[in-house]
Each structure stands twice: as C-alpha cells, then as structure tokens.
C-alpha cells in the first residue's frame, strides 16, 4: 500500500478531485485546508496569507491512501489536473503506508483501503 500526499493551488482542487474520480479501483481521498511556505517564500506570493507568525501560503492538501499499483495513476491524475505551469503548483510525495485498518468493518491492509 501507498499513501499519497500533494499539495495544491486551491483554486485546483475541483480538478484534482474530479480526475480522482475517475480511476477505476479508487476507494476514496482527504482534502484538507492547510497553510505554508516553499522555496520562493510566501512573502512573494499573490495569495499570501499574513498572520502573527508570519507570511503563508494558502493551499490544500490531498491525501489518498491506496494499493501499490494504483499510486502512479493517482500521482498522474493529481499532477495533470493541479498543474498550472506557473511557481507554486505544489507537491506529490508517495510513501509506504504499513497498515490500515476500516473501523466499521476491521477489514485491514489492502481490503480496507
């Protein structure tokens, strides 16, 4: 099993999900509100959020844990749909996800994602 994490402009977010969607075998995906910098600093960025603890960048985050064959169509459909062409467009990191257990019905690993 994989977990894949990217994060993404949020203006992308339909996109993104829309293409998750669509492959086949997908059982489901997280999206989350977050906040950070990267390398261009977000005191440069046009949507830049300013708090006490500095300048931030608004973005979403994707996750979607799934089995190891289907990672690369999900960092594929994730990369085509948030792709902007400009700075900032985001991130996909791919991990190992260990185990995974469905609370409802304790189906685990594979089954259960």
Do not use: W
């Amino acid at each position: 099993m994989k977990l894949v994490i990217a994060y993404i402009k949020s203006h992308k977010l339909s996109g993104v999900v829309l293409a998750l969607q669509e492959l086949e075998g997908l059982t489901g995906a997280t999206f989350s509100d977050v906040r950070g910098f990267g390398r261009g600093r977000a005191r440069n960025a046009p949507d830049r959020v300013r708090d006490e603890a500095g300048d931030f960048v608004p973005r979403v985050r994707v996750e979607v844990a799934c089995a190891d064959e289907l990672a690369d169509q999900v960092v594929e459909a994730i990369e085509k749909s948030a792709h902007t062409g400009l700075r900032g467009d985001g991130k996909i990191c791919v991990t190992p996800l260990e185990s995974a257990v469905r609370i409802s019905t304790g189906e685990r690993d594979n089954e259960s994602v």
